[in-house]
């Protein structure tokens, strides 16, 4: 057995679902189960950005490498992709050549939408949301041309492959300074809710969601490593709004800002639908089975709302709308053999708080020192609350449902 072509097979399927924006425990359960599969022991810990695999040889020495990325990417077909063909291997186990063969095909067969559908993404989420948060029909047509703008800024800025903290920070100040623009010509009754709908794009929801599986599964380093940085890329938001809001306040001054609507609850679940929607071209997410995604969306913020009717405080409701979220995706990952975390994170779309980032970074430039308190406590809240909900969900799954049987060499 030629144990160069394992280990190639190995790191080439880790780095590969790592770029993608796979869980740390699908990423090492993928390496051990196919390496396992020929009949070897091995040893892989996987942190953001590394991947490190260790081959038990018999009667030899160790064989090991390390694999670096620098660029950890959001392609969740990719994830299901790499997922299947890893299930593949275990099944059939196929010589070590042709299985570097399937994993070329595999890549071929990934599929990624162009960039005028990513752009349509942008606009639906952006006006999807603006309905959520209140907006009216002068906003909705605000966000669409903020998402529009975002998109188009932030594949500019890729192309000089900067870092996410940047731009980040240049794609928030770059979108609320258009905004503000906007407003200041007539265009928008309350801009506040064209900006949030926007800025959801840039809110690391995917991130903050890996980082709770990482540590329900046991990867201490990963998940606290993807929280860090799902902190600052929050920060890094906020700054760029901040500055720009205090930019346009300085240069042409901004219109006071009426009080969002109030929507009725089918209005804000529709909205929020067509915001999951909106990801679905964002986040890469293809297939059938693409549309049962907007469906959870929809369920979660119409279990918030009943929850809210039956007299449950915001933290209640969001615990309820969370669990929901959780235990849907769950059960669709298990009926579809598809990686829960694509029903996950956008179920979870309307539980984010992104109007808590937005208003605790506005009112820290304003000098609203009462109001930045409330807003961040409500921001730390609804984490903390989103958090325990998807650790109480996914922890039982693991233990009621395994996602696999024990791992047995083939050897034995």
Not at 174 to 202: E, K
Not at 264 to 269: E, G, K, N, R
Not at 317 to 344: D, H, N, Q, W
């Given at each position: 057995?030629?144990?160069?072509?394992?280990?190639e097979l190995?790191?080439?399927?880790?780095?590969?679902?790592?770029?993608?924006g796979?869980?740390?425990y699908?990423?090492e359960?993928?390496?051990?189960?196919?390496?396992?599969a020929?009949g070897?022991?091995?040893?892989v810990?996987?942190?953001?950005?590394s991947?490190?695999?260790t081959?038990?040889v018999?009667g030899?020495?160790?064989?090991?490498?390390l694999c670096?990325?620098k660029h950890?990417g959001?392609?969740?077909d990719?994830v299901?992709?790499?997922?299947?063909?890893s299930r593949?291997i275990?099944?059939k186990?196929?010589?070590?050549?042709?299985?570097?063969q399937?994993l070329?095909e595999t890549d071929?067969?990934?599929?990624?939408?162009?960039?005028p559908?990513?752009?349509?993404?942008?606009?639906?989420?952006?006006c999807?949301?603006?309905?959520?948060y209140?907006g009216?029909?002068?906003?909705?047509?605000?966000?669409?041309?903020?998402?529009?703008?975002l998109?188009?800024?932030?594949r500019?800025?890729?192309?000089y492959?900067?870092?996410a903290f940047?731009q980040n920070?240049?794609?928030?100040?770059a979108m609320?300074?258009?905004?503000?623009?906007?407003?200041?010509?007539?265009?928008?009754?309350?801009?506040?809710?064209?900006?949030?709908?926007?800025l959801?794009?840039?809110?690391?929801?995917l991130?903050?969601?890996?980082?709770l599986?990482?540590?329900?599964f046991g990867?201490?380093?990963?998940?606290?490593n993807?929280?860090v940085t799902?902190?600052?890329i929050a920060?890094?938001?906020a700054l760029?709004t901040?500055?720009a809001?205090?930019?346009?306040?300085?240069?042409w001054?901004?219109?006071?800002?009426p009080?969002?609507?109030?929507?009725?609850?089918?209005?804000?679940?529709t909205?929020?639908?067509?915001a999951?929607?909106g990801?679905l071209?964002v986040?890469?997410?293809?297939?059938?089975?693409?549309?049962?995604?907007?469906?959870g969306?929809f369920l979660?913020w119409a279990?918030f709302?009943?929850?809210?009717?039956?007299?449950?405080?915001?933290?209640m409701?969001?615990?309820?709308?969370t669990?929901?979220?959780?235990?849907?995706?769950e059960?669709?990952?298990?009926?579809r053999k598809y990686?829960?975390?694509?029903?996950?994170v956008?179920?979870l779309?309307?539980l984010i708080?992104?109007?808590?980032?937005y208003y605790?970074?506005?009112?820290?430039v304003?000098?609203?020192?009462?109001?930045?308190?409330?807003?961040?406590t409500?921001?730390?809240?609804?984490?903390?609350?989103?958090?325990?909900?998807i650790i109480?969900?996914?922890?039982?799954a693991?233990?009621?449902?395994?996602?696999?049987?024990p791992?047995?060499n083939?050897?034995?």
């Amino acid at each position: 057995m030629d144990y160069r072509i394992l280990m190639e097979l190995a790191s080439q399927l880790g780095t590969r679902l790592a770029v993608a924006g796979a869980e740390t425990y699908r990423v090492e359960e993928s390496i051990v189960r196919v390496l396992a599969a020929y009949g070897l022991d091995s040893r892989v810990y996987s942190v953001p950005n590394s991947l490190f695999i260790t081959i038990m040889v018999p009667g030899q020495l160790p064989i090991t490498q390390l694999c670096r990325m620098k660029h950890i990417g959001t392609d969740l077909d990719a994830v299901e992709k790499y997922n299947n063909f890893s299930r593949a291997i275990c099944e059939k186990k196929p010589d070590p050549k042709v299985a570097l063969q399937w994993l070329e095909e595999t890549d071929r067969a990934r599929q990624a939408y162009s960039f005028p559908k990513v752009l349509l993404g942008h606009i639906l989420v952006a006006c999807g949301l603006c309905v959520f948060y209140g907006g009216a029909y002068s906003d909705v047509i605000c966000a669409g041309l903020c998402g529009l703008f975002l998109g188009l800024f932030s594949r500019f800025l890729g192309k000089y492959n900067s870092n996410a903290f940047f731009q980040n920070i240049a794609s928030g100040f770059a979108m609320a300074l258009f905004a503000y623009l906007l407003a200041a010509a007539g265009m928008s009754r309350n801009i506040d809710t064209s900006v949030i709908g926007t800025l959801m794009l840039l809110v690391p929801g995917l991130l903050f969601t890996n980082s709770l599986r990482d540590i329900i599964f046991g990867d201490i380093n990963s998940g606290v490593n993807r929280i860090v940085t799902a902190i600052l890329i929050a920060a890094a938001v906020a700054l760029g709004t901040a500055a720009a809001w205090n930019t346009a306040q300085y240069l042409w001054g901004i219109p006071p800002v009426p009080a969002p609507l109030t929507h009725s609850p089918l209005i804000t679940c529709t909205g929020t639908a067509v915001a999951c929607t909106g990801f679905l071209y964002v986040w890469n997410i293809h297939g059938a089975g693409k549309w049962v995604c907007p469906v959870g969306g929809f369920l979660t913020w119409a279990v918030f709302c009943f929850a809210k009717e039956l007299g449950f405080g915001y933290a209640m409701c969001c615990l309820f709308g969370t669990i929901f979220a959780a235990t849907y995706a769950e059960v669709m990952a298990r009926v579809r053999k598809y990686p829960a975390i694509s029903y996950l994170v956008i179920g979870l779309i309307s539980l984010i708080p992104g109007s808590n980032i937005y208003y605790t970074a506005q009112q820290a430039v304003q000098g609203n020192m009462d109001r930045f308190i409330q807003e961040g406590t409500l921001l730390v809240v609804t984490a903390g609350v989103m958090a325990v909900g998807i650790i109480l969900v996914s922890s039982a799954a693991r233990i009621i449902h395994p996602i696999h049987p024990p791992i047995k060499n083939a050897s034995k």
